[in-house]
């Protein structure tokens, strides 16, 4: 009996529900009467997502390269997954806030930790060949990942930090967008001549980046921040979460490419080449980017030091490290 009172309070709410917006109940359960069961296979669509990995020539550890990279494009979109719920929320709520940044931060971990799949898991040679089938694809042409960027800060902290001290807020997002750090490590030094990796990723996404930033203007994850009470502002938790966050995206996730382009690109007489002719011993180090995500927060030394320690230990593996 009481399974009949479950069942018929369940249907009235149902009603109800389906009532006020004007739709009929009936119809739906028409619908659930034959409507198949759901599998795990079909639910996640696991046929199709097992045939995206499509390699260009026939060595096996291509397959290895082209998972691992859309693993992270996945990671990347939980990552704004969160983000975007941060900038969306005007409650205020610094648990709210911390647990966002501890998620964040749990993705980013994910990431840093199984980029050994990419450093050790693969065989240089297999990848000094096949490589060369990819160009002018590189990874520095991820969206997603720019799409971070421009969620956790304002661009003027993504303005090159040689020219930072020329750019203030009070330029437009145009103008802003196009001293934008990462094109840097796309262009060629000596010419000044973009890159064709730089020049597609340009056509392709520049205006869908530009609409993001000015959708988050004056409402990124460090503007939210900004805008907490001053005793929220101060909650050693969200301190320690945000710093944990600038460290996994703007040192820890740049050090492991570093790590990586070190083993497959470094080890000649002569350096190689990335595949998109990015100029990565320039770009990669967080000492010669300095981007950071919430500087509000550092002391002014942490500021200068930021990233060198990191940088020796890559540089100069010889020396004793401190961390």
Known sequence: MRDKERIDSQISKLEEKYKDSGQDLS?????????????YWDYIHLDTLLSLQVPRTY???????????????????LILHEQKQLVDDKSQNIDFFIEKARRI?????????????????????????????????????????????????????????????????????????????WKKGATDLATGEKTLTLKQF????????????KQVEENTIYQKYQQLP??????????????????????????????????????DKEEIEATGGTNWKN??????????????????????????????HIFNPEKKQTH
């Open 59 to 77: 060595f096996p550890d291509e397959e290895i390269f082209i998972m691992y990279h859309q693993i992270t494009e996945l990671y990347f979109k």
């Open 230 to 267: 001053e005793g929220k502002k101060d909650n050693k938790e969200l301190i320690d979460a945000l710093k944990t966050l600038d460290m996994n995206a703007n040192v820890n996730w740049p050090l492991m490419h570093m790590g990586s382009a070190h083993r497959y690109l470094a080890k």
């Open 27 to 39: 119809s739906y359960l028409d619908g659930l009467l034959y409507q198949r069961y759901l599998t």
């Open 283 to 312: 770009y990669l180090p967080p000492s010669f980017q300095k981007v950071i995500f919430f500087p509000e927060i550092y002391s002014k030394q942490e500021l200068n030091d930021w990233g060198k320690e990191w940088v020796d």
């Open 105 to 181: 931060n749990s993705y980013f971990k994910a990431l840093i930790s199984s980029f050994s799949i990419m450093i050790k898991g693969m065989e240089r040679e297999q990848f000094l060949q096949y490589r060369m089938a990819l160009l002018p694809a590189s990874g520095f042409q991820s969206a997603q990942y720019r799409m971070i960027e421009i969620y956790a800060t304002p661009l003027e902290n993504l303005v090159h930090h040689t020219q930072r001290d020329n750019f203030s807020s009070a330029n437009s997002i145009e103008e802003l967008y196009e001293g934008i750090y």
């Open 202 to 213: 340009e056509y392709r996404y520049t205006p869908r980046l530009i609409r993001i930033a």
